[in-house]
C-alpha cells in the first residue's frame, strides 16, 4: 500500500514546492543538478515540488542562498514560506476535531480530565511526549507535534490559570514510554505538578480497582466562562467536540463516578513517589 503523506493536500506546502519549481526551471536545471549543488538525493527535490514532505528551515536557507544569493542568516522567501508553514502546519497531523479542542483548552476557566492508556498532554514531558508521538510519523512530523504540545501547556502557568482535576489510570505510569530515564523525568514532572500548583490536582485510580467507568476511554470536560461546558473524545481517527447538553451531562456523572473510584490527591501523590522510587 502507498504511503499516504499527511501533508500532501496542505496547500502552503503546495505553493513552496510550485515555487521552487519554477525557480529550477526558470535556471533550466534539472532535479538532479539541483540536488547536486544542494548536497541531496533528486527523490527529495522531488518530494519537495510534489508536496510529498514538507521543507526543513535549513533546505529554506539553503534555497534561498542557492536561487537569491542570500546569507544564511537572511530571511529570504523560501525561509518565509517555510515559517509559515511550521505556524501554520503545526496541526496537520494531528486528528480532525483537535485543532477545535486546542482553542477551546487555551482559554478554558477549568479542566477535568480523564487519561486511561497514557499522560494527557498537558501533562507530558517533552520526551514523553516525544515517544508517544513519534509512532508512524517522520522525526520532524513528531518533533512539530511536540513543539506544538509544549505549547499548550502555557495554559498552565498563564496568569489566570484554570481550575484542572487530573485522573489518570495508576497503570498509565506502569506502561514504559521511552527508556528509564523518561519515565523518572515524567514522574518527577508530575509529582512537581502535583506540589508546585494550587489550580492542578491529581488523582490515580489504583490498579487493585477491577473494571469501573473508565475502561471506556479518555476524554476531558472543558468548562467554558462564556458559554456551556464542551467534553472531547479522541478516537483512533478522529476527536470529537461535544457540545450537546445531554451528553455533556452524561460524562459530567462518569467522570464523578471515575473520580469516586480515585485515590485522595495526597494518596495519589505517595503513590508518585512510590512509583519513582520503583523504578
Known sequence: MPHRDTYTRDPLIRTFGAFLRSLRESRRLTRQQLADALGCGPEWIEKLETAQRPPSEQTAKDLDTFFLGLPEETQGPFWKAWNEIRGQGRHLALLPGFSGYVEHEAKASSLHIFGAMVLHGLFQTEEYAYEVLKKGRTPEQAKQLVATRMERQNVLTRKDPPHIVAVFDAMALRRKIGNTEVMKDQLRHLIDLA???????????????????????AFTILGVSDGPNLVYVEGYTTGQLIDHPDEIQAYTRNYDLIRGTAASADESLSMLHATLENL
Do not use: A
Not at 506540589?195 to 476511554?217: F, K, R
Open 195 to 217: 506540589e508546585d500548583h494550587p489550580n492542578i490536582t491529581i488523582q490515580l485510580v489504583p490498579e487493585h480497582v477491577g473494571s469501573y467507568q473508565g475502561v471506556m476511554g
